[in-house]
């Protein structure tokens, strides 16, 4: 499991770490949100994110999942959803990459 509190979560000059507070140009996520905050690599799918975590574009534009309470991110390119999984990974065959797990982790 990724620890959110020390991963950059956005591109260029916006800032994101749990809620989201705005100033003019940095957006910020209250720490004590990512306790509950969770991304799951699945087996030849998805990343899915859990949480309250929120997902920006590459101009800084908030993206709104369509169901609360997580989301799940293409992870196989083939999805007509992006950045949203939309289950073409299962019809294409995708296979993910082997994710070694950390010592202790």
């Known amino acids: 499991m990724f620890n ?57 534009n908030r993206v709104h999942p369509s169901k609360p309470g997580g989301y799940s991110l293409c992870r196989c390119g083939g999805s007509a959803n992006k950045p949203f999984c939309d289950g073409t990974h299962r019809e294409i065959g995708f296979i993910g990459d082997q994710v070694e797990a950390e010592p202790g982790g």
Request: net charge negative.
């Open 4 to 60: 959110l509190a020390e991963i950059p979560l956005a591109w260029h000059t916006h800032r994101y770490t749990g809620s989201v507070l705005a100033t003019p140009s940095h957006y910020f996520i209250r720490k004590e949100s990512l306790t509950d905050a969770k991304i799951t690599i699945r087996e030849n799918g998805p990343y899915r994110v859990e949480g309250d975590v929120p997902l920006f574009d590459h101009q800084g």
